[in-house]
Each structure stands twice: as C-alpha cells, then as structure tokens.
C-alpha cells in the first residue's frame, strides 16, 4: 500500500517534534520510537508487526551474542536466526508472488498465489536491522542492551520506509547520547526543505512526462519522444530518491544525528563505477561490507574479483524488485563494471572528460530503460525482454519516425523543467553557494532562508492542488 506520506508528514512531524525537544533526554528515543511505529502503522497498520518482529528478533540475537562472546556455536546460531528470519520476511512477501507465478507460467502449474502486499521499506529495514546483528557478530560495535533504544534504531522517523540505510555503526554514539544545537536544527530545517522542493516541484513534475509516455504503444513512439520520456524518467528518479534522502538526513540533524549522505551528484560521474559510488551510497556501502567483501572482495585474483562482482550485482537486481528487469538491470551493470575493471576504466581516464562524461551518461540512461520500461506484473521474461527491446529500438528511429507532433508538444511543456533538472543534477549551485556563504556579505546570505520559505510554499501549494505524488523507492 502506497500512501501519501508527505501530506501525514506535514500534519505529524511538527507535533513530533515539539514532543521530542520537551522531553527529558532519556524519553527522546522513545519519542523516535513511538513515532516510528505511528508513522509506519499509519500507511501499514497490519505489517507494522513485521517490522516490531524483525527488531525484537534481532534485539534478542544481538543479546545472546553478547552474552556468550566465548562461544563461538551459540554466537553463529543467534546470527543465522537472525539472517534467515530477515530474509525469509524479504523472500516471502517480495519474492514468493513472482516466484510462484514464474513457475506456473514455466511448468504450466496452477499454484495458488497468495498476493502478499508488500510491507512498504521492508528492503531498507531488514537491511538495517541486519547489519546490527552482522556487526555484533564481527565485534565491530558495541551491543544495544535497551531494547527501546534498539528499536528506535530501526525506526528512526522518517528514513524507515526509503532510506538512507543507517548502520548502526553509523549512530551508536549518538543513539544513547546526541547533542542537539541550533546550528543542527537550522541546517536540518534548510535540508529538509531542499529535500522536499527536490521531490515535490521537480521530481513530480518531470515525472508526470514518463508517466504518459510509458502509457503509449512503443511501438509507434518517435525517437525524441523515446528519449524524452526515459530522461524524464532518469531525473524523475534522481530528485525523486535523492530528495526523500535529503528530507530524511534534515529531519536526523533536527533530532541530533548525522546521517550518512546517499548521493552525490551522480549524473556528473565518468565511468560507471564512479556513478555506483555517488548514487545510493549507502546500498552500495552495505552490499560491499557485508557480501562484496566477504566474497573475497578483489583480494583473490581477477577471475574471483569478476565472479564477485556479478554476484553482487545479481543480488542488487534482485533487492530492487521482484521482476525480471530488475535482474537484467543488475546483470547489465554488472556486467559493465566488470569491462571498465578490465579495460574499459584505463581508457576513460584517459580520453577527453567530455566523452567519458557522456558514455556514462549514456549508459546509465539505458540502464534505466531496463529497470521501468517494462509493464507493472509483466512476469514472461521474453516479454519483459520485448518490451525493452522495442523501446530501445524506438530511441533509435526503429519505428521510422524521429520527431512528431507529440515530442514538439513535450519539448514546449517540459522543457524549463528539463533545463532546471540538468542544473539541479550538478554541482554548480552547491558551489555557487558555498562561495556565497564564505564570501558574500552578511545581508547577501540572509536571501538563503527567503529562498528556502519559497520553497516550502511551493511545495506545500503544489501538495494541496495535485495528485500526482509518487514515492518511486516505497515500491523496495
């Protein structure tokens, strides 16, 4: 169940955090706490007790491994319990519906299918309580022996449901003891903001574009509009992710924590490893910490490193979603990871930064044809494979149009939302204003909290006139 999170946002998170600024500092977790769970009960009030069974199972191992630190088979049976409870709750309600229907379409069965909605950020969550228990175990951190406090971990308001993903390594310091000053809470405020106009004014809007272009026959679309609508899609899913991150790592600032960032301006990468460690960080830092590495990483020669690479890529896929593009998706970046750590890398250091520039780019943008070209429950993997092959011939003039009336109409409509999408996307205003706050006079740099209360109107306007509000990651 999708649910219109920012309209609850706005009417739950000022009585939250009043709440939590009034509290003596030994309650603040439990505010975070019993706020966690409203927020996620609001939009799941069934499959909030997945999660409260995922943390209380976790807690316990976490317990346990603590307890018998000098025995070794109790220690790995309370991390296996964890691991296999945590990816059973993953398997069963993300997977098993895809599962059972690929194999009846297979093996010509007729296995009932139970169609389990998906619990919304069990992805982010299973993860995050994971790495508690996987870190105990290596004694890479400390146990969390208040189970309130534990909870509060994996319940942190709002990152529960999109991330960023948030270790507990991360936040152990501060999850018992934080400091929260006014500089905090002023930088949290103007990042939430930023956050939110990202989201709100130009992910909704450029996305509205995709939305009717993935709605048309591929097969009739002209070459610009084939382009027009996955770059639609490629921003739409930038601002979209990175603009919930950016809300979520303000809204950890006001309450005292610092979150870890999850972008950084991917679209400016030259190579497609580059991109992979600028956009979703904290996805990435987690699949490298507790698979890549683990795996052998890049210590056991190049056969194993590429064996480990694809591996992880193929799981990436799949912790996306429960389809086969996901998997192609996967398998596609793998693969061009793998060819940059074989060749391909050397020579883009070397060429022109333009051209490295725009193949990644370029590369990037189809990788997104094969992550949401394809039709939502679309199970046949042949089907799945025609539909975006067919788009991909379309970018190309295979259909044998290149312009038509309905691109022109899009170019007319979308195209001062593209210009500032491709502004927003880099670092130029980031640079542009650190040089104004370190070198501008003082009356120059009171413009920065005009322009965030624009920002906020805007959004609260567009919010209150229109139904277009999609949370692309609520779908993992």
């Not at 995709?210 to 610009?224: C, I, M, N, P, R």
């Not at 979520?248 to 950084?264: H, Q, R, S, V, Y």
């Not at 429950?377 to 970018?395: E, H, L, P, R, Y």
Request: aromatic share 18%; net charge neutral.
């Amino acid at each position: 169940m999708v649910f219109s999170s920012l309209t609850f946002l706005f009417a739950f998170l000022p009585i939250t955090l009043i709440l939590y600024y009034l509290v003596p500092k030994k309650a603040k977790n439990v505010v975070i706490l019993v706020s966690g769970l409203l927020f996620y009960a609001w939009g799941e009030p069934i499959y909030v007790l997945v999660m409260i069974l995922s943390t209380f199972i976790d807690y316990t191992a976490g317990r346990i491994i603590d307890k018998y630190d000098d025995r070794p088979k109790i220690r790995t049976v309370c991390l296996l319990v964890s691991l296999i409870m945590n990816i059973g709750l993953l398997g069963t309600f993300k997977y098993l519906g895809f599962i059972i229907e690929s194999l009846n379409a297979w093996f010509g069965l007729a296995i009932p299918n139970p169609n389990l909605p998906l619990p919304i950020g069990i992805s982010f969550f299973t993860f995050q309580s994971m790495s508690y228990t996987i870190d105990l175990y290596r004694r890479n951190i400390k146990v969390q022996k208040n189970a309130a406090s534990f909870m509060a971990f994996v319940t942190l308001f709002p990152q529960i449901v999109a991330g960023p993903i948030v270790r507990y390594e991360d936040i152990q310091n501060e999850i018992d003891e934080r400091t929260i000053t006014e500089k905090m809470v002023g930088d949290g405020i103007s990042r939430f903001i930023v956050g939110l106009g990202k989201k709100v004014l130009i992910a909704n809007n450029i996305g509205l574009l995709w939305t009717e272009v993935k709605a048309l026959d591929y097969g009739s679309l002209s070459a610009v509009t084939a382009w027009l609508g996955i770059l639609a899609f490629t921003f739409q899913i930038y601002f979209d992710f990175s603009g919930y991150s950016d809300m979520a790592i303000g809204l950890g600032k006001m309450m005292g924590f610092t979150f870890p960032e999850n972008f950084n301006y991917p679209y400016m990468s030259h190579s497609v490893s580059e991109f992979w460690r600028r956009w979703h960080i904290t996805l990435g830092d987690w699949f490298k910490s507790y698979i890549y590495f683990p795996l052998g990483g890049s210590r056991r020669g190049l056969p194993r490193t590429i064996i480990n690479l694809l591996i992880v890529w193929t799981i990436t896929g799949i912790w996306h979603g429960a389809s086969w593009n996901f998997m192609m998706w996967g398998a596609y970046f793998g693969i061009l990871i793998v060819i940059e750590r074989l060749f391909l890398g050397k020579v883009l250091e070397k060429i022109p930064a333009f051209f490295s520039w725009l193949y990644t780019f370029v590369m990037v943008i189809f990788g997104w044809v094969r992550f949401d070209a394809v039709a939502p429950g679309t199970v046949d993997f042949g089907d799945m494979f025609s539909q975006v092959w067919t788009f991909i011939a379309a970018m190309f003039g295979g259909n044998g149009v290149f312009l038509d009336n309905t691109a022109m109409n899009y170019v007319v409509n979308y195209g001062i939302i593209f210009a500032i999408c491709i502004f927003g996307s880099s670092d130029v205003l980031k640079t542009v204003t650190e040089y104004i706050r370190k070198k501008a006079p003082d009356w120059v740099q009171y413009g920065f909290p005009v322009v965030d209360t624009v920002i906020m109107l805007a959004s609260v306007a567009y919010l209150s006139t229109s139904n277009y509000n999609p949370f692309l990651y609520f779908n993992f």
